[in-house]
């Protein structure tokens, strides 16, 4: 190759030199860059600079996101600490790999054997006042999140209860609506890499001009219990979720989740 060049010189003649230079230097050019590309892995597409080190992190990156051969097992639970409501328990288990691994969870007291511990409900109706499908929400202050949350009624299941009659009593204690359940969804984690706290989405029906709906008033759960009930028309649910987040409010996931996949309907 730089044999050719300077054959290709000569053939033009020296007083055209700058355009022969010009081809010179782009081929000391791709040498360079050759010798960099072989030692440094330069990405000659792009602005990325790939060093070897990275190159094995990629690597061992594309192992790890393998599939593995064994299965991750609970091997036991041990209790930490309790309160009232909660348990602090270290969670000894085997990773896919064969080895010992121990995590810290939270569980709950109240915790009954069949059932998950709490539900949530979904109560969609059709509003003639709005002229529209709405859904009841519920605002409260949660300590732990030191703000008040955006959420679907929800509590827990009382013993004995089924997620059923657990959701038609927290809808009158929060809301003062009665509702009938159409539809209990099975049992969803609300926080896996915390704790084992489980619930069940419940679908509900409401008939706003039902009697004892015309003038709906809060039964209450208990003394410690302040809860605003919102009507929100489903148009500009998701409009109106993003105010309330702008505003210092915490929606909850699943309020989000919701209102997202039925704009993407």
Not at 57 to 72: D, H, I, Q
Not at 226 to 244: A, G, H, M, T
Request: net charge positive; proline share 5%.
């Amino acid at each position: 190759m730089q044999r050719n060049l300077w054959t290709l010189s000569l053939l033009i003649g020296s007083k055209h030199w700058l355009p022969v230079f010009l081809i010179q230097k782009c081929f000391w050019s791709h040498q360079i860059l050759t010798k960099l590309r072989l030692k440094h892995r330069v990405s000659l597409f792009g602005n990325s600079l790939c060093c070897p080190g990275s190159e094995r992190r990629t690597t061992m990156a594309s192992k790890n996101s393998a599939p593995t051969k064994g299965k991750s097992e609970h091997i036991s639970t041990k209790e930490v600490a309790r309160g009232k409501w909660v348990v602090l328990n270290n969670v000894t288990y085997k990773d896919p790999t064969g080895k010992e691994r121990s995590w810290e969870a939270i569980g709950r007291t109240t915790k009954c054997k069949g059932e998950a511990d709490a539900v949530g409900v979904i109560a969609a109706f059709n509003d003639p006042s709005r002229k529209c499908r709405c859904v009841i929400l519920v605002r409260q202050y949660r300590p732990p999140l030191k703000a008040y949350t955006i959420e679907f009624p929800a509590g827990l299941i009382d013993a004995g209860e089924t997620a059923a009659q657990a959701a038609v009593r927290e809808m009158k204690e929060e809301t003062g609506y009665s509702v009938s359940v159409s539809k209990v969804l099975p049992a969803s984690a609300l926080d896996g890499g915390v704790g084992e706290t489980t619930m069940k989405i419940v679908i509900c029906d409401l008939d706003v001009e039902a009697e004892g709906n015309k003038n709906p008033a809060a039964v209450g759960g208990g003394a410690d219990e302040f809860v605003d009930v919102l009507i929100q028309p489903l148009p500009s649910l998701l409009e109106k979720l993003n105010e309330y987040s702008e505003a210092g409010d915490v929606v909850d996931s699943r309020v989000y989740a919701w209102a997202v996949g039925r704009q993407s309907d």
